[in-house]
């Protein structure tokens, strides 16, 4: 009896912990999902004299991943988007943030091109607009280019089938 | 200064370097001034900053963050500063697209209501219980009162002992 509160003070704060330790301090949500996606106009990295605007998307869901060449955690994903690009399931829009063009293309050479467009972010504005605070990150936008959701960090298979596809498949119907 | 640095470094070199440490902070005033260009909004650059989150590492605030990705917000809020935006405009840039978790100093709102009332409620459990503790423990404390016979014991030790001594 006499330790029995001590105890159960115990678990409650081992509880805590466990509960803490599954927490991702990382992931910070995002405001901006259920909101209109910033509207960008930039130049398209393979095309560096045509200008791409979001606005153009308008009408169907798309995704917009922000990825770079200096980024580790994109390569981890890359294979994941490349093998989604090809099942034409979602046209895929990249977003090369703070990079150089030369070595991006050199890049999506070695790895794989999923991307629809991908237009370039040499300043990091657009992320700024996105709310990007690092990459990789993946932004699914709606018919009516409102976000609706925003993965942090590299796109995974769990990520891919428990939420990702079947909002697109909601968001599609 | 690095390890490196301190290895090459004579007794000479050292009080050199400690004279230069000394009197830098006037140096530095103005080699920064081209990058700063407007000492002005760099001050209020630097106060807003001083209560921002960075969000790479998040225990630094975005003044103190050498991240790649603090310079380019403090870029942002000094352009928008040089636009003649109010701090509150830029407060609101940044929480639109962060979250509160941009600000040190978070609004009172439901969601934060745990964060910001929570410390002073487990101070009062913990007062409540100590209190409860304490009434407790005095009740068990007490001493109850001798019964006639204790009270007879105790009385013949008492006489027993003063005779002792005399």
Redesign the interface.
């Known amino acids: 009896m006499r330790f029995l509160l001590p105890l159960a003070a115990f678990i409650v704060l081992v509880g805590f912990l466990a509960v803490g330790l599954g927490l991702k301090?990382?992931e910070?949500?995002?405001?901006?999902v259920g909101?209109p996606a910033p509207i960008f106009q930039s130049p398209r990295l393979h095309e560096p004299d045509q200008i791409l605007s979001s606005k153009d998307n308008l009408g169907k869901v798309w995704l917009l991943n922000v990825w770079a060449s200096w980024c580790v955690s994109c390569r981890e994903e890359h294979p994941l988007l490349v093998e989604l690009s090809k099942s034409g399931i979602v046209p895929i829009y990249g977003l090369n943030y703070?990079d150089k063009p030369e070595l991006a293309l050199q890049w999506l050479g070695q790895y794989g091109d999923p991307y629809t467009v991908s237009v370039v972010d040499p300043?990091?504005?657009i992320?700024?607009?996105?709310?990007v605070?690092?990459v990789p990150e993946t932004y699914v936008i709606d018919k009516n280019g409102v976000i609706r959701h925003k993965q942090i960090g590299p796109v995974t298979i769990e990520s891919l089938e428990k939420k990702i596809l079947p909002l697109i498949k909601e968001l599609q119907g | 200064m690095t390890p490196d640095l301190l290895n090459t470094c004579g007794r000479k070199q050292i009080t050199l370097l400690l004279i230069l440490a000394l009197i830098s902070p006037l140096s530095w005033a103005k080699e920064a001034a081209p990058v700063a260009e407007d000492p002005v909004i760099e001050k209020r650059m630097l106060a807003l900053s001083e209560d921002l989150r960075c969000?790479?590492c998040?225990n630094e605030s975005l003044a103190g963050s050498r991240a790649?990705?603090a310079n380019?917000?403090r870029r942002?809020i000094r352009e928008q500063l040089k636009e003649g935006k109010k701090d509150q405009e830029i407060i609101d840039f940044l929480?639109?697209?962060?979250?509160?978790?941009v600000l040190y100093n978070p609004p009172i709102k439901p969601t934060t209501y745990l964060l910001w009332i929570g410390p002073f409620a487990f101070l009062l459990i913990g007062a409540g219980i100590l209190f409860f503790y304490l009434k407790m423990r005095r009740r068990q404390v007490e001493e109850p009162p001798l019964t006639e016979d204790q009270h007879r014991h105790a009385e013949s030790l008492l006489k027993e002992d003063k005779g002792n001594n005399a």
């Not at chain 1, 992320?127 to 709310?131: L, R």
């Open positions: 301090p990382r910070i949500p995002s405001p901006l909101k703070k300043e990091g504005r992320g700024i607009d996105y709310g605070y690092g | 969000l790479v998040q790649d990705f380019d917000l942002e929480v639109t697209r962060y979250g509160d978790f």
